[in-house]
């Protein structure tokens, strides 16, 4: 058994920091990095890219709407080219700053609303695939998993990843638990824990109703912003080290 943990970092901009990126990098097989559009300066993506090279994790582009004031979790509408031309914006400047040290992306995942959008319409989960095809075709496509996103990426002909999550709720269709609502965010350490090792065991997770969802899941997604993030991430590595699961990004 092999699965990937991936968690949002590099979501600063200028003084402001969310999360302790040094602390939970050592914890990852691969780092979603902003690049711009939710947060994300020029300096912030730089040192996140260092820190992921430091510690051998897979680098990855973190895109979304162009929303610094909302952290890009809420929804805009663009149109389909719109989209792809934000995606593909994103993904080169941070494909810029990483090629200053020496690295290459790996991976491309949305970001908050852009993410959830995808998940359910069509046009904008193709946008996105088109965007990381043109970009860099050796680039794989994070979505969740049973969404219009992974679907996009094979269409595509670039390589999907399908994603599940460890600290989010999810609904019994295999959507997530908008943030705001009850049980959307999931901060205790047993029970994410717990979720990681089902998911990658079993691909098996509780969804809000007490029903089973079994899904398909490449790789395990941590928020760098939930509360107590590194213990959470410390936690998951544990359990899955101590289920025999062997952690590595795709790819590897």
């Known amino acids: 058994m092999r699965i990937d943990l991936n968690a949002d970092v590099g979501e600063g901009f200028g003084p402001w920091q969310a ?39 897979g680098p990855g582009a973190h895109p979304s709407f162009p929303d610094l004031q909302g952290f890009g979790r809420r929804e805009m509408r663009l149109s389909p080219r719109e989209v792809e031309d934000l995606v593909a914006a994103q993904v080169g400047a941070l494909a810029g700053v990483a090629a200053v040290e020496g690295v290459r992306l790996r991976h491309v995942k949305p970001h908050g609303a852009l993410y959830n959008m995808a998940a359910r319409e069509r046009a904008l989960a193709d946008a996105i695939a088109r965007a990381v095809r043109g970009v860099d075709p050796a680039l794989a496509l994070v979505g969740l998993s049973g969404s219009e996103l992974a679907q996009a990426a094979e269409r595509a002909g670039v390589r999907a990843v399908y994603e599940g999550f460890a600290d989010r709720g999810y609904r019994p269709d295999g959507s997530l638990v908008p943030r705001g609502e009850p049980g959307a965010v999931i ?18 997770v509780t969804a809000s109703d007490g029903s089973a969802l079994t899904l398909r899941v490449d790789s395990i997604c941590l928020h760098g912003d939930t509360p107590g993030a590194v213990d959470l991430a410390r936690a998951i590595r544990q359990a899955l080290e101590q289920a025999g699961v062997e952690l590595r990004a795709p790819g590897d």
């Open 187 to 204: 901060a205790d350490a047993s029970v994410v824990a717990d979720r990681a090792v089902l998911l990658a065991t079993r691909g098996v």
């Open 19 to 57: 999360g302790d990126d040094a602390a939970i990098m050592p914890h990852l097989t691969s780092a979603n990095i902003a690049c711009g559009g939710h947060a994300g300066d020029p300096g912030t993506m730089r040192e996140t890219v260092r820190l992921a090279r430091e510690h051998g994790v």
